[in-house]
């Protein structure tokens, strides 16, 4: 989805209304399209004691005019709201008077400098609509204290199009800016909501759909790569035939594990199953005992090893052998220090198979760079922040100060000629040709270990059902982050194991035919 500056926001909405789509109109949808994301994701991430009550913040702009718009239609459904008002509604002007004065006269409207304490107390959500994308500059107050309170609180948070305090265009917080569990944005995400600050101010992000048209979307410029949203993820997958078989859905085969690291193959092997992946062989070591329970549709092969434990010279013919007939390889979650892995590596990237390169595969290939060269297929790499350094240097990148996750995923992909996945808050996809988007999906829950070894697994059962690596790259991070959202249960209790189980329900998320 093309991210825009504010300045391209509001000349967007603009020629909307030029178009015949009133700003009444704009932040009628703006607010009735937060309301429902808003609702369906409380209701699929927090348990019903938490969200008995709503406390929404309404500030002096259009953000506040579509606070009203919430607080109207939270007040149709039944719940229980309360408005804290910077301004009386009288005070404001134009399309946010207009809504405002719709709120229902059973909704009470406080104007205050100070949240009441019992509004922020467990049971509670907060709406953030203070403050807008046409904030800038130094906090005032009230705001300070308003958005201290918000923080301090513990209290789920949703933030309506940004998090107020936060620059639009910088993603960087005056202060105080409001840390939210969830942003809906209008429209389309502003530039510094993809920020890493933007980010981590953000928390999950939605997108509401406006309904301008395309042909006056298309008018605005894009600002810097674009994001991975929901309706992009929805747009790349298909519908299964109806005669699908096992054999039509690809063969993914696994390569991995070692003496020392035995759960992360099968972890890929989950990812790989959950993502639709007809057939899955997972290939260890002879001497790597899996102390995972394995499931029985996976099918294992255990190679000749180095002697230690790890894949050597003596397994390359059997790598050879199995990757007959296979549609896609995952090579090197737990694969460990192997001493001859980079004869295994050179044996696995000259199978011509879409390849996905992961863990201590990739310190294997920033060795030995000419390899990705020698690639006849689709090939994604997925380093985390230390790995991609390992890389930068293997492969002769410079990325000049201050180039950030965006620049060296950008490097990488261009010296290497393959997809990089750059895993992490806002996780970056770049490919050779120039294209950048940064995910919007996932949480603090990712945070464990394996649950990049889930991601390769994903990664590997795209490619293998016939998806190019920048479709797969992006579609797999979404759907990956996404299952560490849809689940129950505090974000510090979710296991790798976990994220491969809740998978279907992402998928489900996005496309439930898929």
């Not at 409207?109 to 949240?115: C, G, Q, T």
């Amino acid at each position: 989805m093309k991210v825009v500056t504010v300045e391209g926001m509001r000349a967007l909405d603009a020629r909307a209304s030029a178009a015949g789509i009133s700003g009444y109109t704009l932040m009628e949808r703006a607010g009735r399209g937060a309301l429902s994301l808003m609702l369906r994701v409380l209701e699929q991430r927090l348990p019903s004691w938490s969200r008995q009550a709503f406390t929404v913040l309404a500030g002096k702009g259009n953000n506040g005019g579509d606070a009203y718009v919430v607080a109207r239609g939270l007040a149709e459904a039944g719940q229980a709201v309360v408005v804290y008002a910077v301004c009386a509604p009288r005070e404001l002007s134009g399309d946010a008077l207009a809504h405002a004065t719709r709120l229902p006269s059973a909704v009470q409207v406080h104007v205050v400098d100070e949240i009441p304490a019992a509004s922020l107390t467990p049971g509670h959500v907060v709406v953030d609509g203070l403050l807008g994308t046409g904030f800038r500059g130094a906090l005032r107050p009230p705001y300070v204290r308003l958005l201290a309170q918000v923080n301090a609180s513990g209290c789920p948070v949703v933030a309506l199009d940004i998090p107020s305090g936060l620059d639009g265009d910088t993603g960087q917080g005056a202060g105080v800016a409001i840390r939210a569990d969830w942003t809906i944005t209008m429209g389309l995400p502003k530039q510094g909501l993809l920020t890493p600050s933007g980010l981590c101010h953000a928390g999950g992000l939605r997108c509401v759909d406006l309904g301008i048209p395309e042909s006056l979307l298309a008018t605005v410029p894009a600002a810097g790569p674009e994001a991975v949203m929901l309706s992009d993820a929805r747009a790349l997958v298909q519908r299964r035939a109806r005669d699908a078989y096992k054999g039509s859905l690809g063969h993914v085969l696994v390569i991995g594990g070692s003496r020392l690291y035995s759960g992360a193959p099968f972890l890929a092997a989950g990812g790989a199953a959950r993502a639709g992946a007809g057939l899955v062989t997972v290939a260890i070591p002879a001497c790597c005992q899996p102390l995972c329970a394995v499931p029985a549709a996976m099918m294992v092969r255990r190679l000749a090893d180095d002697g230690r434990g790890c894949f050597g010279r003596a397994s390359t013919a059997d790598i050879a052998a199995l990757a007959g007939g296979r549609h896609a390889i995952v090579f090197g979650p737990g694969l460990g220090e192997a001493a001859e892995g980079s004869d295994v590596l050179a044996q696995v990237v000259g199978c011509g198979l879409p390849l996905v390169i992961d863990a201590d595969g990739l310190r294997l290939l920033a060795a030995q760079p000419s390899l990705a060269l020698a690639a006849r297929a689709a090939m994604v790499l997925t380093p985390h922040v230390g790995e991609m350094q390992v890389l930068l240097r293997g492969f002769g990148c410079s990325v000049p100060p201050p180039g950030g996750r965006c620049e060296q995923a950008q490097a990488l992909a261009v010296a290497s000629g393959a997809v990089v996945v750059l895993k992490g808050p806002g996780t970056v996809v770049a490919s050779p040709d120039g294209r950048l988007a940064v995910n919007t999906s996932g949480s603090p829950g990712l945070a464990t270990a394996g649950t990049g070894d889930v991601l390769a697994g994903v990664l590997g059962a795209l490619l293998g059902q016939g998806l190019a690596g920048w479709d797969a790259a992006r579609l797999g991070v979404f759907v990956h982050g996404l299952a560490a959202e849809v689940g129950p249960g505090a974000e510090r209790s979710v296991t790798a194991d976990d994220v491969v189980e809740r998978l279907a329900a992402a998928w489900t998320e996005i496309s439930p035919l898929a």
